[in-house]
């Protein structure tokens, strides 16, 4: 296997350990960054990178440099296990970012919990997540992107309070992302006393989806929910677009990734779902500043990231670390949970400006009120309420 390390330094030589650190500082990083979810691994491991350059490049941490030690986990279960063992056990990883897929996550996690070594979850947004060791005396799961119990009542609010809309169908694909995103959707929905009058699933790569759309269809269907991600969204509104159907979509985030957007095509627009990141010209100087530089340095297509969302919150990820390294004067596990924790100095991140976004007891960094409606049009995000894109989050 290719050991892929970006170590990001502007000394030549390695800064002397300082206190309790090491001379540099191992992070983990995990994602997709091959097949159907790549375009949210890349997206993430780049926002990553973005973050580990500024901070090496301001003189590192209290004079140390992040090292990242990259692996590509293909969104296979297996391969998260592999991973997490190997940056426990050979590389020292002091900490690790990433997980996409909110089933790679629940099967590896739990490597890093038995260490003792924090991993925060920067994509994966299974409600699950940062609960998945209740019995445990600490917690070392965090996360910083938007849980699916917070999504899943934003899609719902959407199509049945604001739009009227109560003859649900949910397509949702196999996965535990999928299936799990479908019960706190159906939770949601629940609550406006709204049955749906079809729940349908699918696998991931498959490519013709008439038969889940004549079922929602038939069964009367004026809104259809998804919980899936890029390339099989595309193929439910390219098969709404062939059945001559064409009923709203709404969904999880995953709606804004550029292989739902390129693929459906003009199929997509319209489509909605909830964002914590939007890549828009209308926005505050600390998001532009990020999106120039990640187009400066990674020059995505058509200068348009692949998941806006994944990027930001890697980036933020990066900084909410490092801030709760320095606080720990040193890079032992459970140090840096107490500091994570119990975060002093507020963060300044492109999706919001963190105060004290973790406690003990809560270790979502967002919150319902951090979260906006995005809705695609002609090729990209836009805010669906304009007041949301000048917004500064807090």
């Known amino acids: ?76 279960n297996e391969r998260g296990v592999q991973i997490a063992q190997e940056l426990i056990n050979n590389e020292k990883v002091a900490a690790t970012l990433g997980y996409i897929n909110t089933g790679v996550a629940l099967a590896s996690q739990r490597f890093f919990q038995e260490a003792k070594i924090p991993v925060i979850n920067n994509v994966a947004t ?5 609960k998945q060791f209740p019995n ?27 739009r009227g809309l109560k003859n649900v ?66 193929q439910i509104a390219n098969g709404m677009s062939k059945l001559g159907w064409k009923k709203p979509m709404i969904g999880s985030w995953t709606l804004s990734m ?21 890549q828009s010209p209308a926005t505050t100087p600390k998001r532009k500043a990020f999106i120039d530089a990640y187009l400066k340095d990674f020059k995505p297509k058509n200068g348009v990231i692949a998941s806006p969302v994944s990027a930001a919150q890697g980036y933020d990820s990066v900084y909410l670390l490092a801030a709760a390294i320095k606080q720990a004067k040193g890079t032992e596990g459970p140090k840096i949970l107490a500091a994570l924790q119990d975060l002093k100095t507020p963060v300044d991140g492109v999706v919001m400006t963190y105060n004290k976004p973790f406690t003990s007891a809560d270790h979502e960094a967002i919150k319902a009120k951090d979260v906006v409606m995005g809705v695609v049009e002609n090729g990209r995000v836009e805010f669906l309420n304009a007041e949301d894109a000048t917004a500064k989050k807090k």
């Open 136 to 162: 445990a005396a600490e917690n070392y799961v965090f996360r910083t992107s938007a849980a699916d119990n917070i999504q899943a009542p934003m899609i719902a609010k959407e199509a049945v309070e604001k």
């Open 126 to 130: 299974g409600t699950l997540i940062t």
């Open 169 to 234: 169908a949910i397509l949702a694909d196999s996965t535990n992302y999928g299936q799990l995103g479908r019960e706190d959707l159906e939770k949601a929905l629940k609550a406006y006393g709204v049955t749906p009058v079809a729940v349908e699933k699918f696998n991931l790569g498959d490519v013709d989806m008439t038969s889940q759309l004549l079922r929602a269809k038939n069964a009367g269907a004026e809104v259809v929910l998804t919980y899936a991600i890029g390339p099989e969204l595309a």
């Open 258 to 278: 550029a292989s739902f957007i390129d693929t459906a095509g003009k199929n997509g627009n319209g489509a909605t779902m909830p964002e914590t990141f939007i």
């Open 1 to 76: 296997m290719n050991i892929r390390r970006h170590i990001f330094a502007v000394a030549a030589t390695a800064m002397l350990s300082t206190g309790a650190y090491a001379a540099d500082i191992k992070v983990g990083v995990i994602g997709p960054f091959t097949g159907g979810s790549a375009s949210m691994g890349v997206s993430m491991r780049d926002g990553v990178r973005l973050a580990a350059k500024e901070i090496n490049a301001a003189g590192g941490i209290d004079g140390n440099k992040i090292v990242l030690v990259e692996r590509d986990d293909e969104a296979k």
